[in-house]
Structure formats: C-alpha cells, structure tokens
C-alpha cells in the first residue's frame, strides 16, 4: 500500500513493516512484564586466564523467556529495552542477581569476578551510582569482584555527566572494560581518555585468524598497544584451537568463546570449574 504524504510524495508501507511493528509493540508489553513474571535469567560464559590456565571470571549474559514469544536473544531486546527506558529497570535487576550469584559461588569457596554488560541508558538515572552501590553493599559483595562492560560505540557517546557516573564506579573499584572494541569509529587515542582498564577485542577479528594475515597482524598491535597502557586484553568469540594458539603466541591475557565454553546455568560454571584442564 502506498499512502500519499504531501504533494507528489508517497510513503510506502509493506506489510512486513506492519508485522515488525506488531511484534515490537507485543515485544514492549511484554517486556515491561518481565521481571515481574520472573521470565528473565542470566547465563555466565567462562573467561579463561591464560597465566593461571584457570577460570577466574564469568560474564553474566542476560536471557528471556517470555510465555508468548519464546526465547528472545538479547540482540533483540536490549535495544527496544533501551529505547524505552525499560533497560534502566532490567539493569538493575541483571547487577543484583550477578552479585547475588558472585556471592553464592563465594560461599562455595569459589571465586569468581563477574563481568555485567551495562548501555549508557542506565546512567540516565540520576542516583545510578547510589543504586549501584546499595546493591551491591546490600549482596554483601566487594566491588573488586564486578566488572561493568560498556562497548567502545557506547561509551564514545556518554554525555559528560554519565561520563562522570561511570567514572564514580571505577573509584569504587569497580574495573570497566572496553567491550566489542575495535568495530566502532573510534580513534586511537580515545583509548587515552575513557576511565577502562581492559579491553575486550570484538570476535569479527578473531574470526579471521588464519584467515587473514593483516587482520592477525592487527590483533597483535592491538595487544601491544594495550599492554603499554597497561590494560588487560580478553579476546572474544574464541572457536577454534588454532585462533587460541595464535593468540597465546601474542601473549593475550584472557581468552572467551565457545572453544572454552558456552554461556551457561551456573551449576555448569562450578562443573567446568571443576575440569582439571580446560585447555
Ligand atoms: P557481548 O557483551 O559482546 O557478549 C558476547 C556475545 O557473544 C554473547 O552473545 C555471547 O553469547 C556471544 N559469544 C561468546 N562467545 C562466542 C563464540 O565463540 N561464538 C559466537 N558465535 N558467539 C559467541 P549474547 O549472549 O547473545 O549477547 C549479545 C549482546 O547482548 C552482548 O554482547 C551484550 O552487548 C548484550 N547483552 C547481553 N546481556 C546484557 C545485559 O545484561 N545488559 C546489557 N546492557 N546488554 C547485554
Ligand atoms: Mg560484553
Ligand atoms: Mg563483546
Ligand atoms: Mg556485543
């Protein structure tokens, strides 16, 4: 259907427009009702620490399973959870079960850091950082064993006083990492100016490892960079052994993907903790 719009001007309306918009709108109510029903959870994918070849952090990774529309992958939510400002709610319900998880695996006697992906939307709120800070205070857990990860897209357009937001957790000691790095328009010398101390090298060079030479030779200077301003360097999306072996030959710190495990319940996490080898 085309539907006129001023003079000589037409808009056009597909009905798979129509239908995404639909979904988005059911997507949206149900959504908001999330929490309440308890139809989120969260996932954690093991991060392996090369030096020790042990396990000593997990990112917890956020699932929905809604009655009606079944598993839907963050990919689809966060963003609509963004836009409306449902992400701020969500947000703070994905730190108070990673703490409250962290803890639990602590008195286990297992220690664990957790790694909370967070969007820029959730410093909006005004008493973010408070927020942040009861709940964590409350989990009886110590800021040193949370992470915050923020994509380098994201952070590049924080406003100055959620810049300021971020930079009150580091003082707590919360560490920020560097998400996704190196797919956004980010220069170089930005790295200079964001309060991070890690940076997670986005899977889209990792998978061309033994693929292509000069993307191999990218990753190896990316490593170099980070380690002279003294970062730490997971790489992400790790499949396959032979990309873990090029990695360890460039000295990487910190290696995630499906070659060491999937994002998983936390019963998984003790269990592959519990393999004498992982790698
Ligand atoms: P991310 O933070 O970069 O997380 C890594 C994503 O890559 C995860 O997808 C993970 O399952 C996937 N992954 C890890 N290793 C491999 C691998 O070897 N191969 C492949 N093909 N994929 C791998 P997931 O769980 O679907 O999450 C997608 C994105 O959604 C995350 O990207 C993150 O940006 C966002 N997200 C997830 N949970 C949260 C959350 O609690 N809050 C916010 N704000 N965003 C979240
Ligand atoms: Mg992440
Ligand atoms: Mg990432
Ligand atoms: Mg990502």
Not at 95 to 115: D, T, Y
Not at 119 to 139: A, C, H, L
Not at 220 to 241: D, N, P
């Amino acid at each position: 259907i085309a539907k006129r719009k001023g003079k000589g001007q037409y808009r056009y309306f597909d009905e798979n427009v129509e239908k995404d918009i639909m979904k988005k709108i059911i997507m949206v109510n149900e959504l908001r009702k999330a929490i309440t029903r308890n139809e989120l959870y969260l996932l954690y994918q093991p991060v392996l620490d090369i030096k020790e070849n042990k396990i000593l952090e997990v990112e917890a990774l956020l699932r929905w399973k809604n009655g009606e529309l079944g598993e839907v992958s963050p990919v689809d939510f966060i963003p609509i959870a963004e836009e409306t400002g449902l992400i701020r709610e969500i947000g703070y319900w994905v730190i108070r079960k990673a703490c409250n998880q962290v803890k639990k695996w602590e008195n286990e006697n297992i220690n664990l850091k957790v790694a909370i992906n967070i969007s820029p939307n959730q410093f909006d709120d005004k008493d973010f950082f408070y927020n942040v800070k009861n709940i964590v205070t409350r989990e009886k857990v110590d800021f040193s064993k949370i992470k915050f990860e923020i994509t380098e897209t994201q952070i590049l357009k924080l406003e100055k006083r959620n810049m300021k937001r971020l930079i009150e957790l580091t003082k707590m000691g919360a560490v920020i990492s560097l998400d996704d790095f190196g797919v956004g328009y980010s220069s170089l010398k930005n790295l200079a100016f964001f309060p991070v101390s890690e940076l997670k090298i986005d899977k889209s060079f990792i998978d061309h490892i033994n693929i292509n030479k000069k993307i191999e030779k990218l990753i190896s200077s990316i490593l170099f960079v980070a380690y002279k301003m003294g970062y730490k360097v997971t790489a992400e999306g790790v499949e396959r052994k032979e990309q873990l072996d090029k990695l360890l030959e460039y000295g990487c710190n910190k290696i995630q993907g499906y070659y060491i495990g999937k994002p998983m319940t936390e019963s998984d996490i003790i269990e592959i903790l519990q393999r004498s080898t992982i790698i």
